[in-house]
């Protein structure tokens, strides 16, 4: 009979006591996973309606807590008040916490997707119409600006070389002409047309040289590395250099993607136009599709951040916005945003899926408080204080808010204890309470 009466009872609860205002739940779990916020919480158990304020009877002890042989349970007082001991607190697991200010913080969460940082990936090209003749590097090694990764054997650059140091010679043996007529003109031994064509001459043999050193360093050869090579060649004439062309590594970092084999034409029309791949991914890029409504919020600069799996293996890390593109994506209607990560260890791979939470307001304020820690009763928000006999029910009024927390306007201040965690646990008690005023 007991229980037929509480029905009523109990069904207007459920109408009035509905959860805190807040974001919705999918969207606090994303937060939740990336360690912004606490998981959404439990649904909490529906209180039953209080009597009116000026019927005030006797309280009576909570339904499961009985004195006498089965143990001491929990007793309330005046209405509102929930009489708990330290240890029921304890072993409930209701966590209390002081009032304090703080700042309030929104994130706007989208999924992304990690890409390499486009200004730290480079190919390495042929450069020449050649043949590979080694591949000094394997997928993964590191390399370091400068060093050799591969050899080409070129016809190209043999062409280039001999005319160099055919110019180089040719300029030699100018100068030397050049300088005995200069001697000979002085002392009137010679005619001034013959200075004059030495002098001539010995200039052209200097231009081709010239042309001929910036040809190579339009290949990327040092003149003076030709110049030892031949030397070196003259001493071991069966193992000329003169067609190897070395190919060097354009930064620091890291071989992801071999192009070629040993073998292969390299440089000319319809042949492969690189040899490596090499990357940089102590820092990535991680890029978001940021719809329009939202993308007036987000800003460069932005802090934002990163997580990945809801596992035991979750990453987390903290970049920053680099750049909004000022185009929308025709089909999408979104903008690329992307997010640059410090990557120091490596575990940011590209192709890796992320979820992104993007800071785009924060706000200080004197009176901060968990979201976990408010619940409805009689449709209005409160907060359980704690007492010197257990906790008090009180009503409180809230202002701002972001993804976790309520800016209290009303009802608290800075430095009262409160109940955080497990809240619902009180509203069903001081639920439970009620309803058995009513019998």
């Known amino acids: 009979m007991r229980a037929l009466l509480l029905l009523p009872v109990l069904a207007a609860g459920i109408a009035i006591g509905g959860a805190v205002p807040g974001i919705a739940t999918h969207t606090q779990g994303a937060l939740a996973r990336l360690g912004l916020g606490p998981a959404p919480a439990a649904p909490s158990t529906p209180a039953a309606k209080s009597d009116d304020d000026d019927h005030d009877p006797p309280a009576k002890p909570a339904a499961h807590g009985h004195t006498g042989e089965e143990g001491e349970g929990k007793e309330h007082g005046e209405a509102g008040e929930i009489h708990m001991t330290a240890e029921q607190i304890t072993s409930q697991e209701i966590g209390t916490a002081s009032v304090a200010g703080g700042t309030l913080s929104r994130h706007l969460v989208v999924p992304g ?56 010679v040719q300029a030699e043996l100018q100068k030397i002409n050049f300088e005995r007529q200069q001697k000979l003109i002085s002392s009137q031994a010679t005619a001034q047309v013959s200075f004059d064509q030495a002098r001539a001459t010995y200039q052209e043999s200097q231009l081709r040289l010239d042309l001929a050193r910036q040809k190579l360093s339009a290949l990327g050869l040092s003149a003076a590395e030709v110049a030892a090579a031949a030397k070196r060649d003259e001493a071991t004439p069966n193992q000329s250099s003169l067609r190897l062309f070395p190919l060097r590594a354009p930064m620091d970092g890291r071989i ?45 600069g932005a802090k934002v951040l990163i997580g990945t799996g809801t596992d035991e293996k979750t990453l987390r890390a903290e970049g920053q916005v680099v750049f909004i593109s000022p185009f929308l994506n025709a089909d999408t209607r979104s903008a690329r945003v992307i997010v640059a990560l410090p990557n120091p260890d490596q575990t940011w791979r590209p192709g890796t899926f992320v979820t992104a939470a993007v800071a785009i307001a924060e706000e200080t304020v004197p009176v901060r408080v968990p979201r976990t820690a408010l619940q409805t009763l009689e449709g209005k928000l409160v907060a359980f204080v704690r007492t010197d006999e257990g906790f008090e029910r009180r009503a409180v009024k809230v202002g701002r808010s972001d993804d976790d927390a309520f800016e209290v306007t009303e009802g608290l201040a800075a430095g009262d204890e409160i109940a955080v965690a497990n809240t619902f646990l009180l509203k069903a008690e001081l639920g439970k309470a009620e309803a058995g005023d009513d019998d």
């Open 113 to 168: 997707t990690v890409t390499p940082d486009a200004d730290r990936l480079v190919r390495v090209p042929a450069r020449v119409n050649g043949t590979v003749a080694e591949m000094r590097k394997r997928l993964g090694d590191k390399v370091q600006k400068g060093d050799v990764v591969a050899v080409l054997d070129s016809r190209e650059v043999a062409d280039a070389k001999s005319d160099f140091l055919t110019a180089g």
């Open 256 to 300: 992801v993607e071999r192009k070629v084999d040993v073998g292969t034409k390299v440089g000319g029309e319809g042949d492969p136009a690189d040899v490596y791949t090499i990357a940089d991914l102590s820092t990535v890029w991680v890029e978001l599709a940021v719809p329009t409504t939202a993308l007036i919020n987000v800003a460069e």
